[in-house]
């Protein structure tokens, strides 16, 4: 009973925590331009804005086109609900392992990148093909960091991990670093950071996934940004669960416990939120053709931390 | 006795097809046969599976075949698992038959071999000697080679029927001698003899090789896969379904019968090699396919891929065995046979699809085709359906057999050697790349052929076609998803199949009904079913929320297109496009693909062109490599055909000599 | 003294991150990206001799660890910017064999190393194992950078890693004898390569070490 309630408060923290942890980054990357910015609770705002107004859907656009920010938007909020954030006992976190998640978010993807087709556009299309050439490399990498944690851990369940690495038997492990490092990489590119794609801008050659959703407006934009505000809170609460879970409350947790894991999470996405900001202001952003380079770079050492393994002897 | 009546209907079907060949309701009853039989034989092959253990297994011996040998029939557990693999698919292909047989270019030659080909199937799998096996294998070959060849006033057919020749005879010609050494000297050539039959490790390492490539050539694995994108796309649209999704299935299963159960005791290394065979396939297959230009030709190639994953599942099982791990043996062979089940059935659909559009808009050409899904909207979502489980997208199933295919790769470094330590990692990366390449490469062909904006005249006169086939379509992608939702029913049926193949009943649950954890209570666990119910919980709150709070009005108007829209409809992505970030990345070093654009100087109206060429490393470097050897060869012999009478008596009279000295030595 | 544990893991880290900027050596695709790796690799080699230094008591490892940080990781980066800008070299790597193809064949070669090293040294402690296929994987990957690099000064470079390599393996070693003295010989030759490579290249291209051919070569005079 416990465990559904958590589930229901969970499901409905990693939606209401996203565009704030948006906001932040804006924030900082404002701040560190220069310019004043807008508060951190802007993206809510926009949000409610845009659902507001009314949907402009293009003469030639199929049902696929209406029906696709649902099934992102639904695919992305089942993918973060089944991740743990403050604690690990919740009724969904049996249902979906690592594997799980990256099949999740690639459902949410393959929506994405048909919705950026229905049009019959150049733009739609040139972003649904960049996308998915991200992806083809990205996934790959993630599942190799998974297949390196399920070696140690003995689990691709990210519940079972954290317990893992709360547990101590992990220690200074170089497989750990690599795999964090690699983890890092993918992250950012399935959320179109900086280097891979700029999120901030609409009209340049180089953009991946806003060329996708170039087409929607109205509700059907404010279903795929909270989308993206999500899948970005999701990574860094994969990212925070893996390699970081100090303070993830468990099943004898008692309500201090509940409370020291949701300030642990909350503190610890904060401060990524920042770094984020901090790493997109240091960084410019690559020509597509070098993301094979820098997604094959995340492969390899995602591969590497698995070889690692065998000379620590941890398998 | 069922499926013996069953399969003499085939037959007859067939016979009955050649004598009134001119009958114009024929091909309708011949395919509406054709489903009947194909339904009784599912419903058999269901009862078999669910009474597993529960009775004898049915054996008959027929007085027919050689002399001193006589006719084995036998269907146990794996047969009758695989008569509803393949029979099912044939009941649909059959359905979408009825109202599609009759247009193929060809029908009157293509209709009396269908059942002939359905028999051939069938006979391989009930087999309980190698002299049936092989002779109802021949049977398959040779039926569905003519199928092939229906079209035979297409150039590109023969061609493709001629390779699909030579191979399928390679693949006998290696057959014939893996049976042939497990029978021994004696010529024990009934499948219970083999069994109990003991061989050199020499021999054993031969049969294994023999039978990997002679199932490996029909199934398509690489390099021997080259026939099988000519042959599969040149046969009608719901032959090329059977040939795709089923008879590769065939191949799978006469491995599976040689490897786990004539043969007990294959080494580690050759589930290795298997392994690692089958992670190039993957690649490579899904590589191929996801450049390709037609339609037909892109699906054959990802049953390569299919196949690939198969067989990694395959390799993993016979090392799991020979390590003494049964548990993940019986945890690989079910992932194993859940992507069997799972690619019958939406390589079927997909299949069908493509025939759908075809019967539709006589074209199979991506760039030709477009905004499908309006116009037939049946084959469209059914398409998109199988195209998703083709990506292993919860919650169909396709994710189910390659999430249990990842979790018996990540147990893969309990064989404590370096090479599957090694290896394992290397697989599993291949095995993460082929299915990420495999979601790429369907959003291209879904994409392309169904969204967007019609790319020619035919694409836009485009309309649904007949019920019949629409259900054919239907019922696989429904399928789809129920084999999605609930995998711990199927991996629980699958486990009874293989349990007298290696010993133990894999535990399908270990924390209860709706998870599917099949390692240890905590080592990673999936629920499609608590997916699902979570996803509809989760959209009809979304709904909600979105059409209470926000403005429910929509606009059409116009495509923005960034401000700069374009009327031409070839300024869309087109299939080539799409793919080129892949190709320039994957392309130029695989396939040694070349892009040209030739631009007119300033002033000159000429049209700027783009050429891409791109070639097979296999065919160029192994097969051409090949027919070049075979040639020189030919050369050289040829001259034999010049020479006077008494030469050619010497040499007849030298050969003599020759035998009698070696009959003299071993005498000694 | 720390623990053994401790000591272990730290020892692995150190190693691992000069086998990282080896690989990110392989990555680069300029050439003052690609000096400026080498100077963060030669600081990890630092790091690692001095670790070693303290854990197994050597004072003389921290001569060794000097040398890395001030002459590798200072010193000769500076002057090779120095000497690249001065020469209006290309500023871009030119490869043999691609980056992706490069990097996949160095994680090859970290496995066939780990491979061969670890029967080999069945016997030693962990520590010992551990660094020896480190240090293997770091030399062969300088040595697949000189093959696969096609300036001069990538080359270099790659020689240079290929020699923290062995540095790395003879700091690892526990009593392993003229530590110091080898890397001082290492390093002196690598400077006498460098410099004998520089005055090289600029005959080879201008015939001459007049400064004048370089401006007009650069453009800047007509």
Known sequence: MTALLFGIIHTWLVVGFAPLITGVVRLTKARLQGRRGATVLQPYRDLWRLLKKESVVADSASWMFRLAPYGIFVAVWLAATTMPTFTTYMILTPAADLIALVALLATARFFTALAGLDVGTAFGGLGASREMFVASIAEPAMLTVTFSLSLVAHTTSPAAIANFVLGGHVGLQVSFGLALGAL???????????????????????????????????????????????????????????????????????????????????????????????????????RVFRVADFLGGALLLALLATIFLYVAEAV | MIIGSVLGAFLLLGLLGIIFNRLPQLHAL???????????????????????????????????????????????????????????????????????????????????????????????????????????????????????????????????????????????????????????????????????????????????????????????LVPLHVWLPLAHPAAPSHVSALMSGVMTKVAVYGLIRILFDLRGDISWKWGFVIMVVGALTAVMGVLYAMFQRDLKTLLAYSTVENVGIIFIALGLAAAFRDHGAMTLSALALVAALYHVVNHALFKTLLFLGSGAVLASTGERRLDRLGGLLNRMPVTGLTFLIGAAAISALPPLNGFVSEWLIFQSLFQGPTVAHWAMRFGVPVVGVAMALAAAFAGTCFVRAAGIVFLG??????????????????????????????????????????????????????????????????????AGSYSATMVLLTAIGLTLTTVLVVHHWGSRRVRRAPAWDCGHPEQIVNAQYSADSFAQPLRRVFGSVAFGAEETVEMPSPGDLAPARFTLRMIDPVWDGLYAALLWLVNAIADRVNRLQFLTIRRYLLLMFATLIVLLLVVAVRQQ | MPTTQMAYDTAHLIGATVLMMGFALLYQRRVTAVIRTYSFQAMALAAAAAWQAYVQEAPHLYVTALIALVFKGVIVPLALTWLVKRLGMHRTVETALGIGPTMIAGVGLVALSI????????????????????????????????????NAVTQVVGFMALENGLILAAVGARGMPFVVEISIAFSVLVAMILFGIFFFRIRERFDSLDLAYLETFRGERQ
């Open chain 1, 184 to 286: 890092v990489m993918v992250a950012i590119a399935e959320n179109g950071r900086i280097p891979i794609d700029n999120p901030a801008t609409h009209l340049e050659l180089t953009m991946v996934h806003e060329a996708m959703v170039l087409e929607y407006s109205g509700r059907h934009l404010a279903l795929l940004e909270a989308a993206g505000m999500t899948r970005l809170l999701l990574y860094m609460s994969v990212i925070v669960c893996l390699f970081f879970p100090w303070g993830l409350a468990g099943p004898e947790s008692g309500p201090g416990g509940l409370l020291i894991g949701l300030f642990a999470w909350l503190g610890k996405v904060l401060v990524m939120a920042v770094g984020l900001g901090l790493f997109e202001s240091l960084i410019a952003k690559m």
């Open chain 2, 453 to 522: 904006r019609p790319r020619s005249p035919e694409a836009t006169a485009a309309v649904e076609v007949p019920l019949s086939m629409q259900l054919a379509m239907a019922i696989p992608a429904v399928l789809c998803l129920g084999l999605g939702v609930f995998p711990v029913m199927v991996t629980a049926g699958i486990a009874t199949v293989i349990e007298p193949l290696v010993g133990v009943q894999m535990p399908a649950a270990l924390l209860g009904w709706p998870w599917l954890s099949p390692v240890s209570p905590t």
């Open chain 3, 115 to 150: 491979v061969l090293v670890l029967p080999v040294t069945a016997g030693a402690t962990s520590m010992t194992r551990e660094n020896l296929a480190l240090a293997m994987s770091v030399l062969l990957l300088g040595l697949l950078m000189m093959i696969t690099r096609r």
């Open chain 2, 30 to 220: 011949v395919y509406a046969g054709c489903m009947v039989l194909c339904a009784i034989l599912v419903g058999d092959g269901v009862y078999h599976v669910l009474h597993a253990g529960r009775e004898e297994i049915p054996a008959v011996v027929l007085p027919f075949g050689l002399p001193w040998l006589k006719a084995h029939f036998r269907l146990d557990n794996l047969s009758a698992f695989f008569l509803v693999v393949i029979n099912f698919p044939g009941a649909l292909t059959s359905l979408f038959g009825i109202g599609y047989g009759a247009h193929v270019p060809g029908a009157r030659r293509v209709t009396p071999l269908y059942p002939l080909f359905l028999f051939g199937m069938n006979g391989v799998l009930i087999a309980d000697d190698a002299f049936v096996f092989l002779v109802s294998w021949e049977f398959m070959s040779l039926s569905s080679w003519l199928l092939v060849l229906a079209d035979h006033t297409n150039a590109e057919a023969r061609k493709a029927a001629m390779v699909y020749l030579v191979m399928a005879a390679f693949g006998t010609f290696c057959l014939l001698p893996a049976f042939g050494l497990m029978a021994g000297h004696d010529g024990a050539y009934g499948f219970a003899q083999m069994r109990l039959a003991h061989l050199t490790p020499l021999a054993g390492g031969l049969v294994v090789l023999l039978a990997l490539i002679g199932a490996g050539s029909k199934a398509g």
